[in-house]
């Protein structure tokens, strides 16, 4: 076995002195070539040697051999026609194996808690369940917010602004199957709000935004907001609700709440592989 050099601990880290916190070795090359292939993701089309190395903030002569390495391991292609190179198989089939691996609510429960902070109110994560929309995490401020709203709470599809965003960009047959369902189990009988102008106007108008917004909705005194979460292939995963007192709470799609919101609903939805323009936003 070859002796570690002296002043390198075995795990690998670096310390800066007695009681400095470990810092961890990294390998520089391997650092310089990820910006080759993070080019390539950004870009997500073929690109030519010099345009790669550029946007890589090198020279090609220095570009070049990385992605000869990176062809070898099936990192990335090729064209025998163009000399262009893009991502290769391997990369394919890593990014599906790390989607594969990603929990939309585990990836949006830090968000959620960190929005709560920062806003100081009370911040719910909802999912599509088999009886709709449904409340699975719910972040509270120092000072609770007395609503009526737990975890496990089933909510409307169209009396909610939760329930309005699922509808927004949810499918047309489940929407309306749920719709009719809820009425059934409501009301009694069936419903044809869903073609009502104004519920499709309501809709379109959260499309538009990016976001549902409730004054004083569904419960008086009591404001909300709501963004979506998409998934890799665009469709929607969650939705993020950030809920207020009336007085204290300014419920402006345009407003520093709702840019919060946006913020934070839009770094989940990354982490889940979303890019914009992919599908539903």
């Known amino acids: 076995m070859v002796p570690l050099a002296a002043g390198v601990p075995a795990d ?23 910006r080759v292939l993070q080019a390539l993701t ?15 903030g090198m020279p ?3 570009a070049h051999p990385y992605l000869v390495s990176f062809m070898a391991a099936g990192m990335v292609k090729q064209s025998p026609l163009t000399g262009h190179y ?21 990836e949006a429960s830090q968000e959620a808690a960190l929005l709560a902070a920062r806003a100081d109110l009370s911040v719910a994560l909802a999912v599509w369940g ?25 909510m409307s599809l169209f009396n909610t602004i939760t329930g309005r965003v699922f509808a927004a960009y949810l499918p047309e047959k489940m929407v309306r ?4 369902d809820e009425h059934r189990r409501v009301v009694g009988g069936g419903s044809a709000s869903f073609d009502a102008p104004e519920v499709q106007q309501l809709l379109a108008d959260i499309r538009a935004t990016g976001m549902g917004r409730g004054v004083s909705m569904p419960q008086p005194g009591v ?20 809920i207020g007192p009336q007085g204290i709470f300014d419920a402006d799609v345009h407003g520093p709440a709702a840019a919060l919101l946006r913020e934070h609903a839009g770094n989940v939805s990354r982490r889940l592989g979303y890019q914009v323009g992919a599908g539903s936003a």
């Open 12 to 34: 690998g880290a670096e310390a800066d002195g007695p009681g400095s916190p470990k810092r961890q070795r990294r390998i520089q090359s391997i650092d310089v070539g990820m």
């Open 42 to 56: 950004e870009q997500r089309r073929p690109l030519p040697l010099k345009a790669l190395a550029q946007l890589a």
């Open 60 to 62: 090609p002569g220095k």
């Open 86 to 106: 893009e991502l290769g198989p391997m990369a394919l089939q890593m990014g599906l194996a790390a989607l594969q691996q990603l929990d939309p609510l585990t």
């Open 130 to 154: 088999h009886l709709g929309p449904t409340v699975v995490r719910l972040d509270e401020p120092r000072y609770p917010l007395h609503v009526n709203l737990r975890v496990g709470a089933v």
């Open 177 to 180: 199957t749920m719709l009719e």
């Open 223 to 242: 404001n909300t907001l709501c963004a979506p979460v998409f998934d890799a292939g665009g469709q929607l995963a969650l939705v993020m609700t950030m």
